[in-house]
């Protein structure tokens, strides 16, 4: 960020007031309100945030203009054809790609970390066989603090590493745990000489038995999926995990917070409503126009989910990867799923009509990430626990970007109060 250049000029009753225009790395521009209320009394109000920067961050960019996806200067294009998801959870976490020494290092930590506690075994026991995985994600990511016996004591940013690998590999556990409670099997325990995306897999669908051999097309697409999943700035659970964070809460409370806040069909539940969107209107045949036509209607409760964006106004380039890795994956492990070819169908109905066009709705990352998951053999209820892996060293980063920010102040937004005037107490037997 560089100091303001130039500044604006904002009036009202009579007075005027300056404020600097401060500009990122990218030639953002944002009106520095830092002193607004003290010089003029006022506040600004811009409900969803929408128009508000809530901070400046080094972690990702984002040009919804043009499509554009970065993090830490690297774009998704190139780390999600070069990379790995390890490799680029750490550059997100420690703002470089690492050595290979580094790279061993974060691995060797990822293995030692893997178990969860046996105790916390009891813990899945305790919830109904239907729980929700991300209700027990959420839960489980609290309760793993509880056994770091120093979760408490305030990170040392020099010893960071063993802390977020500790985080991003018990996730995983934790995450194929939740699903093995939920179809009444047992859970598996890791293997060691697996690596992060495989042993993940291998926790998922091995028999105690008979070990799942992933087949490395699977491995690698889902490996890509969880790096286009891995940050995407201050959305709506990525700030959560900040404001979290800001209060000098430690990292397991903070990420359990962004659990909940991307479990929500308008954020990271959009990839499950999107699959049970396509799903219905296969069983139904109702023909794509009329549908289309339902999403139109004024004051119609029906979106098209899997459409739209609060910063892309083009194509998510997320979005684009997935569509094309979309027919390449599903060739390679022979798998056909009519759900694809609807919503290609779909997508071509949408970005014809004005409607979508006029509003820059365009597919974006949960589109097509459900048909790949799918693919894989990933069940509906575990996708959002999927994007919640992939979203894990995007929130450590930012976190970790709060609590080494020695000037961070703890998020407190103003307000404007729009309820009753002073009233008088009554008491109850003369209240009507
Ligand atoms: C993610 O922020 C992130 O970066 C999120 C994410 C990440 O990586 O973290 O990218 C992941 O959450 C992607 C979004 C997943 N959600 C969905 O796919 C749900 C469907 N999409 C919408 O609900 C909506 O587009 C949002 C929530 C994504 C964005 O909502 P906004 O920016 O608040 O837009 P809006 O609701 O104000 O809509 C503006 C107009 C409205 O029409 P008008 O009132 O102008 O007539 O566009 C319409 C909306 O009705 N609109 C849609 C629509 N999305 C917006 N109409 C039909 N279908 C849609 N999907």
């Not at 580094?102 to 026991?125: K, P, S, Y």
């Not at 700035?233 to 806040?261: D, F, H, I, K, P």
């Not at 029906?302 to 684009?320: C, S």
């Amino acid at each position: 960020m560089t100091d303001a250049t130039d500044q604006v000029t904002l009036s009202h009753d009579g007075q005027s007031y300056e404020l600097p225009v401060i500009v990122g790395s990218q030639d953002e521009r944002a009106v520095d309100i830092r002193k607004l209320r003290s010089a003029s009394g006022l506040i600004t109000l811009d409900d969803g945030y929408g128009n508000t920067g809530s901070c400046t961050s080094a972690v990702t960019y984002v040009d919804g203009e043009k499509g554009v996806l970065k993090y830490r200067g690297y774009t998704i294009e190139v780390l999600a054809t070069k990379s790995s998801f390890v490799e680029t959870a750490y550059l997100l976490i420690f703002g470089e790609l690492p050595t290979s020494s580094q790279l061993n290092e974060f691995r060797g930590l990822l293995t030692q970390h893997e178990f969860i506690h046996e105790d916390m075994r009891h813990h899945f026991d305790g919830f109904p066989p239907n729980s929700p995985p991300m209700a027990i994600l959420s839960a489980m990511i609290n309760a793993v603090g509880c056994f770091q016996p120093d979760f408490m004591q305030p990170e040392d940013d020099e010893h960071f590493m063993e802390p977020a690998a500790r985080l991003m590999s018990k996730i995983r556990t934790i995450a194929a745990a939740s699903y093995r409670k939920s179809i009444g099997k047992p859970m598996i325990y890791p293997r060691s000489k697996l690596r992060y995306t495989e042993n993940f897999l291998h926790m998922m669908f091995s028999k105690p038995y008979e070990p799942y051999e992933a087949d490395e097309t699977v491995v690698a697409a889902l490996d890509r999926l969880l790096i286009l999943h891995a940050d995407h700035e201050q959305n709506c659970s990525t700030s959560t995990v900040r404001m979290v964070a800001s209060s000098r809460a430690n990292l397991y409370a903070s990420v359990a917070a962004g659990v909940c806040a991307l479990w929500g069909p308008l954020h990271g539940g959009a990839n499950v409503a999107v699959i049970e969107m396509l799903s219905e209107l296969q069983q139904s045949g109702e023909p794509l126009e009329r549908f289309i036509a339902r999403v139109k209607k004024k004051g119609s409760s029906t979106r098209l989910m899997g459409f739209g964006h609060r910063v892309y106004k083009n194509f998510d380039p997320r979005a684009r990867i997935l569509k094309n890795a979309c027919h390449r994956m599903l060739d390679k492990l022979g798998v056909h799923d009519p759900l694809l070819e609807l919503a290609l169908r779909l997508e071509e109905v949408a970005l014809s009509d004005s409607y979508f066009v006029e509003r820059h709705l365009y597919p974006n990352v949960d589109y097509y990430s459900g048909i790949i998951m799918r693919a894989i053999g990933i069940p509906t209820n575990m996708f959002t626990v999927l994007f919640a892996i992939g979203r894990l060293p995007g929130w450590i980063a930012h976190w970790r970007e709060v609590h080494t920010n020695e000037n961070a102040r703890i998020d407190r937004p103003r307000q404007i109060y729009v309820g009753p005037n002073v009233r008088e107490y009554v008491p109850i037997d003369e209240r009507g």
